[in-house]
């Protein structure tokens, strides 16, 4: 068996050594899909919404190539120089390019998983650019010289005493110091300084939208906007899959957005970009990078609705337990186990693997993602590609480190029993190591433990 | 420009049958008092507000709640002799200084606490985020219900514009909440009557 197809099962070994630690995770990330659930039922039309968002991501993904010419068109209108990147090289290039063009070697990033996706922030430090993060989750992992573990909350995986280490170490905060306030404080001063010096900024893209040539940025802390309206040229990067045809479409997707990824009715700071402001250059860069090939797999190209809410990692019992970095992609958690192989299958061949297919996550997604059902098919497609060449072993063995905890059972074995009773062919299939290695009984209404526990209540 | 032909092609060759958009992308939401489910939500987001009868109470107001402060700016005409910080400047990076920051600002959205702000009332982009403390004012009577009412209202055709909802803040640190990230540390929201 080859080293790369063990990664996701082995640095969940790793991560599962320290028990009260894995529990803590867990909790952490259960508490934010607890505030999504009460920030959605406040919402009568909740479901429809997600129902309406759906359906405008498939008219997008059917009408992708005129929106984007629409967009491109509109944002030109607008003074606003078009790019067009085919892969994270080209899109590295560019960026570096435009940077070099006006003499600059310092920048400011706000939060873009795209550029983590390209791997930007290396392509250009080995190119003499200095990046530094502004968000701060992302600041965090930058100066531990790691990646993002959460598409939204980059350094979940680490605790207050890891943050005060690091800032006693970079930014002379005292030594001990656990305080979240003064932390953040130390933060606050570090990267203002860094605002006010630097002369570009480059930040993600959460909708583009194609009737007025605007994109639009969502952050809480509003780095987003300090880098850019401070900047000389602000660059912006897209994959071209954030494009949606009308503005009032931001009407559903901003409802659905920070209610799903952290149950905040909607994030502090919503920056609707169409022109640059007097004087400075404003860039949008449109990537594909792997995105049309996902787009022609009937099976996958419904991933490409996705609008990065972290929800599906919030809610999934194997990513709570085994921590984003497994993972080892700019993606994690179940999305990003359906994204990742269309890229390589070979490097991603574990991710569909490391999930119980228990289908909370598809039940979250705020645009109606078969999430679950598409991790089942690239089980079947990377088997049959021969990227999975001992299929129940791998199964076993990717999940066995996580399954063996037993306060996961408690969780699997609840979400386990709704599954089989609602949709049992999801289940029940060949290619489900878990279910070929054990007779699947009967899944009984209450377990023992649940019995148990209540009737010690009572 | 050949990339981009080249990912328009392999878009046009993979993409799947046309669908069409929803017939409906607009629901309402039934509040009993849309200006108490603003206040409602605005005070759950670390928000103050505060009524005042028209931009001269405004002025007394805002003497009141930032007694002491310096390197105070506004937008508001009537409060010119309230501040003393001129956004007159023409570098954005000089208005670092700011402590105290009072602007007009174009409606408010019940169901989150946004408000509406652009380039129609901004001298420079930056200044919401700049500025160590916020306040907004808005007519008492520009509230809408929800995010479908905001955007029908929207004719903003300006280059730029932002919905804020509350100061700035993160929970990047063990999930603990610190309110002023990087933009303001405190916010508070004006409703002016004759406004
Ligand atoms: S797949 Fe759905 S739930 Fe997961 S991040 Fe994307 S939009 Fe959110």
Redesign the pocket.
């Known amino acids: 068996m080859s080293k790369t197809i063990m990664e996701h099962s082995e640095a969940s070994e790793v991560f599962n050594r320290d028990e009260p630690y894995v529990d803590w995770h867990d909790e952490t990330l259960w508490f934010v899909r607890q505030k999504r659930d009460k920030s959605s039922k406040l919402l009568p039309e909740w479901e429809e919404l997600r129902e309406t968002a759906s359906q405008i991501k498939n008219y997008v993904l059917s009408e992708l190539d005129e929106l984007l010419v629409q967009f491109e068109q509109k944002a030109k209108e607008n003074g606003v120089h078009v790019h067009w990147a085919a892969n994270a090289a080209e899109h590295n290039e560019i960026v570096l390019n435009l940077l070099k063009q006006h003499g600059i070697t310092a920048m400011v990033k706000s939060k873009s998983m795209l550029t983590e996706e390209c791997h930007m922030n290396e392509f250009l430090s080995k190119n003499g650019i200095d990046v530094i993060d502004t968000d701060l989750g992302e600041r965090i992992v930058q100066l531990r010289k790691e990646p993002p573990s959460h598409?939204v909350l980059p350094a979940i995986h680490l605790k207050k005493k890891d943050i005060g280490d690091l800032f006693h170490e970079h930014l002379g905060t005292e030594a001990g110091a656990t305080d979240p306030q003064y932390l953040a404080e130390a933060a606050r001063q570090h990267l203002r300084d860094k605002f006010m010096t630097r002369r570009a900024a480059l930040t993600g893209v959460n909708f583009a939208v194609a009737d007025t040539g605007a994109f639009v940025v969502a952050t809480n802390e509003g780095n987003a906007d300090m880098g850019a309206h401070l900047a000389d040229i602000h660059i912006a990067s897209m994959g071209f899959e954030k494009i949606i045809p009308k503005q009032e479409h931001l009407g559903v997707f901003l409802r659905l957005l920070a209610r799903?990824a952290t149950g905040q009715p909607v994030t502090a700071y919503n920056s609707h970009f169409k022109k640059p402001r007097e004087g400075q250059e404003m860039h949008i860069i449109i990537v594909d990078n792997g995105r049309t090939t996902q787009l022609g797999r009937a099976d996958f190209r419904n991933s490409l609705k996705?609008?990065?809410?972290?929800?599906?990692?919030n809610t999934c019992p194997v990513y709570r337990r085994s921590g984003g970095h497994s993972y080892h992609n700019a993606v994690a958690g179940?999305?990003g186990s359906i994204l990742a192989p269309n890229l390589d299958m070979t490097k991603y061949a574990d991710l569909p693997f490391a999930s119980t297919l228990c289908g909370s996550?598809s039940n979250?997604?705020?645009?109606k993602?078969d999430?679950h059902d598409q991790l089942y098919k690239w089980r079947q497609v990377l088997a049959k590609g021969g990227h999975v060449p001992q299929t129940k072993g791998i199964g076993i063995r990717a999940m066995s480190m996580v399954l063996s905890q037993p306060r996961f059972y408690q969780w699997s074995g609840r979400l386990g029993r709704s599954v089989m009773r609602t949709v049992p062919f999801m289940v029940n299939n060949s290619l489900n190591p878990w279910y070929k290695q054990r007779d699947m009984p009967e899944p009984p209404k209450e377990s023992f433990r649940d019995w148990y526990v209540r009737n010690r209540k009572e | 420009m050949q990339t981009r032909e080249e990912m328009l092609r392999k878009i046009r060759l993979n993409k799947p049958e046309r669908t069409s958009l929803p017939a409906n992308i607009r629901f309402d939401s039934q509040y009993e008092d849309t200006e108490s489910k603003f206040v409602e939500t605005l005070t759950a987001i670390y928000t103050e507000v505060v009524i005042v009868k028209n931009w001269e109470e405004l002025a007394v107001k805002a003497g009141e709640l930032y007694e002491g402060v310096v390197n105070k700016a506004t937008t508001i005409p009537e409060l010119n002799n309230w501040a003393d910080f001129s956004l007159n400047v023409a570098d954005p990076h000089e208005l670092e200084m700011i402590e105290i920051l009072i602007l007009k600002a174009e409606f408010g959205v019940a169901e989150n606490g946004a408000v509406w702000i652009s380039d129609n009332y901004l001298p420079h982009r930056v200044l919401p985020f700049i500025t160590q403390n916020l306040a907004l004012a808005i007519p008492r009577s520009a509230i809408v219900n929800n995010m479908h009412d905001a955007y029908e209202r929207l004719t903003d055709t300006t280059g730029w514009g932002c919905f804020i909802a509350g100061p700035s803040k993160t929970a990047d640190i063990e999930q603990s909440l610190v309110v002023g990230a990087h933009g303001a540390r405190s916010m508070v929201i004006f409703l002016v009557e004759e406004a």
């Open positions: 598409i799903s996705c609008i990065r809410c972290g929800a599906c990692m179940p999305i996550c979250v997604c705020p645009v993602i999430i």
